[in-house]
């Protein structure tokens, strides 16, 4: 029981910090007007550019400009970039750099939702003020600002993440990457990557925890892509009396590895956070659950990955943690 509350407390800290928000700070009409003055020499290129040592012009999510054609056929440009106080790094506004096709420069700062009723005033007056002179100012502003908003939406919808900026590769490539450490029957490691056919590893039976030595007949290498791996952390709290062991690993492969679980097999993309998986403790040579702790998903940049083909059993050990032939 004490074993179990030790590694729920973990997992409900790591929970919390994930969930702690840092409270946003309003705009102040005093820095609403003070930004009016920040420009960006080039922006094209300056993507980060610092202002009095306590403000930072930072491009909207690496953003390309927006280029709008209307109706006359005059194409604008609007630029975004993030408002960010140094104190605290607070995002306090979203400044907009409208480009006419004559190349004057306007521009507008929308202030966060926290900001006070006088500076949205100001910044509506401004923008109303600005549409007087360019025509369908407001109407090309409006249409940018809708297009982001639904964008931060749709990261919302999938749990912060940008799926297409991310394209990372998901398909039937079921595998680890190169590096991953392979126990050997020796009870030396070696790297994914360099195992070769006529090696013995280890692998264990998942009913009696026995491990026993297998021959790897092929390693299989799929093409360099940049695949999406889900990455595990693992941890196992062992006590005796006041005493408390807390050992960990980390395991990362394709979303559709499957594993085996307390619950049965799973794929390692649909393994959640508080489930025991199986793994080889070094210091005592046991086979034993250990508890995810954290679980992320996310592109592993461009490269190989791999899978052992052996010629008996069900399982091989990475990282000290028991994963299934496929």
């Not at 929970?15 to 409270?23: D, F």
Request: with cysteine.
């Amino acid at each position: 029981m004490r074993k179990l509350t030790i590694t729920l407390l973990l997992t409900a800290l790591v929970a919390i910090g994930r969930a702690q928000t840092v409270t946003p700070r309003p705009l102040t009409l005093a820095e609403y007007t003070r930004a009016q003055t920040f420009n960006i020499a080039d922006l094209d290129k300056d993507t980060y550019v610092k202002f009095e040592n306590a403000y930072v012009l930072d491009r909207y999510e690496g953003r390309k400009p927006y280029f709008i054609t209307g109706s006359d056929g005059l194409k604008k440009r609007i630029d975004l970039y993030k408002l960010i106080a140094k104190d605290g790094l607070q995002e306090i506004g979203t400044m907009v750099f409208y480009t006419n096709e004559k190349g004057k420069l306007y521009k507008a700062l929308v202030p966060n939702f926290t900001a006070e009723g006088k500076v949205w005033e100001q910044y509506f007056q401004d923008i109303d003020n600005i549409n007087k002179v360019e025509t369908n100012f407001i109407l090309k502003l409006s249409y940018v600002l809708s297009k982001e908003f639904s964008f931060q939406q749709y990261k919302l919808l999938n749990g912060g993440k940008d799926m297409k900026e991310e394209s990372a590769t998901y398909g039937n490539d079921i595998c680890f990457p190169g590096d991953e450490l392979v126990t050997m029957a020796n009870g030396g490691k070696k790297f994914l990557k360099d195992v070769k056919s006529g090696d013995h590893v280890i692998t264990v039976d998942p009913a009696t925890k026995v491990a026993s030595a297998a021959t790897v007949k092929e390693l299989t290498a799929h093409v360099a892509k940049n695949y999406a791996l889900t990455k595990l952390v693992l941890v196992s709290a062992q006590t005796n009396g006041q005493d408390i062991r807390l050992s960990s690993k980390v395991l990362q492969a394709t979303p559709n590895h499957p594993m085996l679980t307390a619950q049965g097999n799973q794929k390692i993309g649909e393994i959640t956070i508080g489930q025991d998986v199986l793994c080889l403790d070094e210091k005592t040579g046991k086979y034993q659950a250990y508890t995810v702790l954290l679980k992320t998903e996310k592109a592993g940049g461009t490269q190989k990955v791999y899978n052992i083909v052996a010629d008996g059993g069900s399982t091989v050990v990475m990282n000290g943690v028991m994963v299934l032939q496929k």
